[in-house]
């Protein structure tokens, strides 16, 4: 049945649906995600793509963004940032990592990722 | 951007064609998680891990989004069984949570109706059965036809089209109103 063809009600229904999914994290993030999943806690794994979905959302400030254009550092540094030991960096992910048992701060070393914000991590 | 290099586990796979049904693939995680996003994120990470190891393999047999939601869907009724066992059920949420999410502003640029009707619209939605459920959310949000809602389901073309039809006209007597049509009340 084509779009066109659905009565109003399910043309709602269809509408409904797609504003409850929001938007996906990106692929390669999620992907990368994926691959890193023997080395991670599920709640890690799972702040790391809450990170990409901030990014998504503009969330982020521009000069992490501005940091590397490639989403899957991206998603990374997010991650990082919302664990800064210092807290200067919180951003709205802070309340996801809260409940999901990040209340000390977790360092996180990402092969073949180098971090321009470790020396402020440690 | 996503490889054309076939995936280890998956020798019929790329991360181009994977990366190409992704969006669907989450939007159907949702639907499978019945609206909780953080779980639906879990569960296609999952799906990716199973995709990358091999644990799940595309055989070429049904189309790439035919197959991936089928393993989307196995996998979040799996996680669903473990929660039902481990008693950690979270309730769906009710119609008021539901408006509270909605936000017509924000479903691809799209005029849709009003916030209040998606929350009624999803509170009477996740009543139906699961089967009808699925069926519709198939049908209507992601473009499947009948027959490949039902492959997707494991079921019988004749079996899917009794769920979509039971389906279709639960939703409409529980809504009381055909949205949209010239005359329906508010």
Redesign the interface.
């Given at each position: 049945m084509s779009t066109t063809q659905q009565p109003a009600l399910e043309q709602a229904l269809a509408a409904a649906l797609r504003a409850r999914a929001g938007q996906p994290p990106r692929f390669q993030v999620a992907l990368h995600a994926a691959r890193m999943q023997p080395a991670r806690p599920p709640a890690l794994r799972q702040a790391l793509l809450a990170g990409c979905v901030l990014a998504m959302a503009g969330s982020l400030a521009a000069s992490w963004r501005a940091v590397s254009a490639d989403v899957q550092l991206a998603g990374d540094m997010a991650l990082a940032r919302s664990l800064s030991p210092e807290r200067q960096w919180r951003t709205p992910s802070d309340a996801l990592l809260d409940a999901h048992g990040f209340h000390t701060p977790v360092i996180v070393e990402l092969p073949g990722i180098e971090n321009p914000f470790k020396e402020s991590l440690l | 951007m996503?490889g054309q290099a076939t995936l280890p586990g998956n020798p019929l796979l790329t991360?181009q064609a994977?990366?190409e049904v992704?969006?669907q693939c989450?939007?159907w995680a949702?639907?499978c998680c019945r609206?909780r996003?953080?779980e639906?994120?879990?569960v296609?990470?999952t799906a990716?891990?199973h995709v990358?190891e091999g644990r799940a393999r595309f055989d070429g047999r049904s189309s790439l989004r035919t197959w991936m939601f089928a393993v989307v869907r196995n996998l979040a009724r799996s996680r669903w069984r473990r929660q039902l066992l481990g008693r950690r059920i979270e309730l769906p949420l009710d119609g008021a949570a539901?408006e509270a999410?909605?936000?017509?502003a924000?479903?691809?640029g799209?005029h849709?109706?009003s916030a209040a009707?998606?929350g009624r619209?999803?509170a009477a939605?996740e009543a139906l059965p699961a089967r009808q459920r699925e069926v519709?959310?198939l049908?209507?949000?992601h473009?499947h036809?009948i027959e490949q809602a039902a492959a997707v389901l494991g079921l019988a073309v004749g079996t899917a089209r009794t769920h979509y039809e039971r389906g279709?006209q639960a939703?409409?007597q529980r809504?009381g109103v055909?949205?949209?049509?010239p005359g329906?009340t508010p």
């Open positions: - | 996503p991360e994977l990366a992704h969006a989450h939007a949702v639907d609206g996003r953080e639906a994120l879990e296609l990470q990716y891990i990358l539901w999410i909605a936000d017509p924000t479903v691809h799209e849709v109706e009707t998606h619209l999803l939605f519709l959310a049908v209507f949000a473009d036809s279709k939703l409409r809504m055909v949205v949209g049509a329906a």
